[in-house]
Protein backbone atom coordinates (compact mmCIF):
# COMPACT_ATOMS: atom_id res chain seq x y z
CA UNK A 1 0.00 0.00 0.00
CA UNK A 2 1.35 3.35 -0.70
CA UNK A 3 2.18 6.05 1.73
CA UNK A 4 1.34 9.67 1.37
CA UNK A 5 0.41 12.87 3.18
CA UNK A 6 -2.83 14.03 4.77
CA UNK A 7 -3.86 16.98 7.14
CA UNK A 8 -3.97 15.66 10.53
CA UNK A 9 -6.86 17.29 11.40
CA UNK A 10 -8.98 20.69 10.51
CA UNK A 11 -7.12 23.77 10.63
CA UNK A 12 -8.05 27.50 10.53
CA UNK A 13 -6.09 30.02 10.90
CA UNK A 14 -6.93 34.07 9.92
CA UNK A 15 -4.99 37.31 8.81
CA UNK A 16 -5.92 41.27 7.48
CA UNK A 17 -4.03 42.47 4.22
CA UNK A 18 -4.75 46.11 3.50
CA UNK A 19 -8.32 45.71 5.72
CA UNK A 20 -9.67 42.33 4.06
CA UNK A 21 -9.99 39.65 6.19
CA UNK A 22 -8.83 36.34 4.91
CA UNK A 23 -9.34 33.13 6.62
CA UNK A 24 -7.86 29.93 6.03
CA UNK A 25 -9.68 26.47 6.52
CA UNK A 26 -8.70 22.92 6.04
CA UNK A 27 -10.07 19.77 6.09
CA UNK A 28 -9.00 16.24 5.80
CA UNK A 29 -11.65 14.57 2.57
CA UNK A 30 -11.63 10.87 1.73
CA UNK A 31 -13.61 11.57 -1.78
CA UNK A 32 -14.82 14.51 -4.43
CA UNK A 33 -18.59 14.07 -3.27
CA UNK A 34 -17.50 15.16 0.32
CA UNK A 35 -15.13 17.57 -1.00
CA UNK A 36 -18.26 19.37 -2.98
CA UNK A 37 -20.66 18.88 -0.49
CA UNK A 38 -18.10 20.79 1.80
CA UNK A 39 -17.93 23.38 -0.35
CA UNK A 40 -21.17 23.86 -0.76
CA UNK A 41 -21.75 24.03 3.24
CA UNK A 42 -19.03 26.71 3.49
CA UNK A 43 -20.79 29.14 0.75
CA UNK A 44 -23.96 28.72 2.54
CA UNK A 45 -22.21 29.80 6.20
CA UNK A 46 -20.35 32.49 4.95
CA UNK A 47 -22.63 33.66 2.13
CA UNK A 48 -21.69 37.13 3.53
CA UNK A 49 -18.53 36.89 2.63
CA UNK A 50 -17.17 38.15 -0.91
CA UNK A 51 -15.53 35.07 -1.77
CA UNK A 52 -14.86 31.65 -0.80
CA UNK A 53 -12.16 30.22 -3.09
CA UNK A 54 -11.31 26.54 -2.61
CA UNK A 55 -8.53 23.91 -4.14
CA UNK A 56 -8.86 20.34 -3.39
CA UNK A 57 -6.97 16.88 -3.83
CA UNK A 58 -8.10 13.54 -3.94
CA UNK A 59 -5.96 10.89 -3.77
CA UNK A 60 -6.07 9.14 -6.93
CA UNK A 61 -8.77 11.26 -7.84
CA UNK A 62 -9.02 14.74 -9.62
CA UNK A 63 -7.77 17.80 -8.01
CA UNK A 64 -9.74 21.36 -8.80
CA UNK A 65 -10.19 24.44 -7.51
CA UNK A 66 -12.17 27.89 -8.13
CA UNK A 67 -11.27 31.66 -7.56
CA UNK A 68 -14.74 32.10 -6.60
CA UNK A 69 -15.17 35.43 -8.75
CA UNK A 70 -11.85 36.80 -7.88
CA UNK A 71 -10.16 37.22 -11.18
CA UNK A 72 -9.03 33.96 -12.68
CA UNK A 73 -5.41 32.58 -11.56
CA UNK A 74 -5.13 34.84 -8.51
CA UNK A 75 -6.79 32.37 -5.44
CA UNK A 76 -8.01 28.67 -6.49
CA UNK A 77 -4.80 28.05 -8.57
CA UNK A 78 -2.31 29.38 -5.90
CA UNK A 79 -4.06 27.92 -3.18
CA UNK A 80 -3.52 24.53 -4.89
CA UNK A 81 0.07 25.02 -5.60
CA UNK A 82 0.58 25.47 -1.51
CA UNK A 83 -1.42 21.89 -1.17
CA UNK A 84 0.87 20.58 -3.83
CA UNK A 85 4.07 21.93 -2.41
CA UNK A 86 3.26 20.69 0.66
CA UNK A 87 2.64 16.85 -1.05
CA UNK A 88 -0.53 16.89 0.57
CA UNK A 89 -3.81 14.46 -0.46
CA UNK A 90 -6.75 13.85 0.10
CA UNK A 91 -7.28 17.62 1.32
CA UNK A 92 -9.49 20.31 1.01
CA UNK A 93 -8.73 24.14 1.74
CA UNK A 94 -11.08 26.95 1.65
CA UNK A 95 -9.52 30.47 2.14
CA UNK A 96 -12.62 33.28 2.61
CA UNK A 97 -12.30 36.98 2.15
CA UNK A 98 -14.57 39.89 3.37
CA UNK A 99 -13.38 42.57 1.10
CA UNK A 100 -12.03 45.74 3.41
CA UNK A 101 -12.46 48.18 0.78
CA UNK A 102 -8.72 48.42 -0.39
CA UNK A 103 -7.76 46.76 -4.00
CA UNK A 104 -5.17 44.23 -3.71
CA UNK A 105 -4.25 43.48 -7.27
CA UNK A 106 -3.15 40.31 -8.94
CA UNK A 107 -0.51 39.74 -7.56
CA UNK A 108 -1.61 40.83 -3.72
CA UNK A 109 -4.57 38.38 -4.27
CA UNK A 110 -2.04 35.76 -5.13
CA UNK A 111 0.04 36.19 -2.27
CA UNK A 112 -3.09 36.35 0.17
CA UNK A 113 -4.04 33.33 -1.12
CA UNK A 114 -1.20 31.24 -0.92
CA UNK A 115 -0.38 32.47 3.29
CA UNK A 116 -4.43 31.86 3.41
CA UNK A 117 -3.97 28.28 2.25
CA UNK A 118 -0.40 27.96 3.44
CA UNK A 119 -1.38 29.51 7.64
CA UNK A 120 -4.05 26.67 7.51
CA UNK A 121 -1.80 23.29 6.55
CA UNK A 122 0.09 24.83 9.79
CA UNK A 123 -2.81 24.99 11.74
CA UNK A 124 -4.15 21.44 10.98
CA UNK A 125 -0.83 19.56 10.67
CA UNK A 126 0.70 16.68 8.30
CA UNK A 127 0.07 13.36 9.09
CA UNK A 128 1.62 10.16 7.26
CA UNK A 129 -0.70 7.23 5.80
CA UNK A 130 1.38 4.55 5.77
CA UNK A 131 1.17 0.77 6.55
CA UNK A 132 2.87 0.64 10.06
CA UNK A 133 4.53 -2.44 11.65
CA UNK A 134 3.32 -3.14 15.32
CA UNK A 135 6.08 -4.02 17.35
CA UNK A 136 5.98 -5.13 21.36
CA UNK A 137 9.05 -4.60 22.87
CA UNK A 138 9.66 -5.98 26.29
CA UNK A 139 12.81 -3.33 27.80
CA UNK A 140 14.38 -3.18 30.93
CA UNK A 141 14.57 -0.21 32.77
CA UNK A 142 18.36 0.47 32.30
CA UNK A 143 17.97 0.00 28.38
CA UNK A 144 14.15 1.91 28.24
CA UNK A 145 15.82 5.72 26.86
CA UNK A 146 18.08 4.06 24.42
CA UNK A 147 14.69 2.12 23.08
CA UNK A 148 13.17 5.21 22.88
CA UNK A 149 15.67 7.21 21.19
CA UNK A 150 16.29 4.28 18.55
CA UNK A 151 12.49 4.27 18.04
CA UNK A 152 12.73 8.33 17.57
CA UNK A 153 15.91 7.90 14.95
CA UNK A 154 13.62 5.66 12.74
CA UNK A 155 10.78 7.54 12.97
CA UNK A 156 8.96 5.52 14.96
CA UNK A 157 5.97 6.11 17.75
CA UNK A 158 5.21 4.51 20.70
CA UNK A 159 1.70 4.07 21.06
CA UNK A 160 1.79 2.55 24.70
CA UNK A 161 3.85 1.97 27.96
CA UNK A 162 3.36 -0.25 30.54
CA UNK A 163 5.74 -0.03 33.76
CA UNK A 164 5.73 -3.15 35.64
CA UNK A 165 8.47 -5.65 36.30
CA UNK A 166 9.93 -4.34 33.42
CA UNK A 167 9.12 -2.01 30.56
CA UNK A 168 6.39 -3.15 28.04
CA UNK A 169 6.35 -0.90 25.03
CA UNK A 170 3.97 -1.07 21.98
CA UNK A 171 5.56 0.67 18.91
CA UNK A 172 4.54 1.42 15.50
CA UNK A 173 7.49 1.48 12.68
CA UNK A 174 7.42 1.72 9.32
CA UNK A 175 6.57 -1.48 8.17
CA UNK A 176 10.15 -1.79 5.35
CA UNK A 177 11.85 -0.66 8.66
CA UNK A 178 10.61 -2.85 11.02
CA UNK A 179 13.06 -5.89 10.91
CA UNK A 180 15.58 -3.37 10.61
CA UNK A 181 14.72 -2.00 13.93
CA UNK A 182 13.94 -5.14 15.67
CA UNK A 183 17.64 -6.10 15.21
CA UNK A 184 19.12 -3.14 16.07
CA UNK A 185 17.50 -3.13 19.21
CA UNK A 186 18.40 -6.66 19.47
CA UNK A 187 21.85 -5.41 18.90
CA UNK A 188 22.41 -2.67 20.86
CA UNK A 189 21.28 -4.20 23.67
CA UNK A 190 23.48 -7.13 23.45
CA UNK A 191 20.47 -9.77 22.77
CA UNK A 192 19.31 -8.62 26.09
CA UNK A 193 15.97 -7.07 24.35
CA UNK A 194 14.29 -8.94 21.83
CA UNK A 195 10.99 -7.96 20.38
CA UNK A 196 8.36 -9.22 18.52
CA UNK A 197 5.89 -8.32 15.52
CA UNK A 198 2.35 -8.47 16.43
CA UNK A 199 0.42 -7.03 13.51
CA UNK A 200 -0.08 -4.54 11.13
CA UNK A 201 -1.95 -1.30 10.37
CA UNK A 202 -3.07 1.07 7.46
CA UNK A 203 -3.42 4.35 8.97
CA UNK A 204 -2.25 8.00 9.23
CA UNK A 205 -0.24 9.38 12.19
CA UNK A 206 0.67 12.76 12.91
CA UNK A 207 4.41 13.85 11.64
CA UNK A 208 7.03 16.25 13.13
CA UNK A 209 8.81 19.06 10.40
Not at 166 to 182: C, H, K, M, S, T
Amino acid sequence: MEEYLVPSGYGEDEFVEKKSRFIGRIWPVESEEEAQERIRQMEKTYSDAAHNCWAYVIKDGPARFSDNGEPGGTAGNPMMQVLQKENLNNVLCVVTRYFGGILLGAGGLVRAYTKGAKIAVNAAGKSIKRVWSVLYIPCPYNFYERVKLETESFGGIIRDTQFGAEVELEILVAQPQAQGFLDKILDMTSGTVEGMETGQEYRAFPIEE
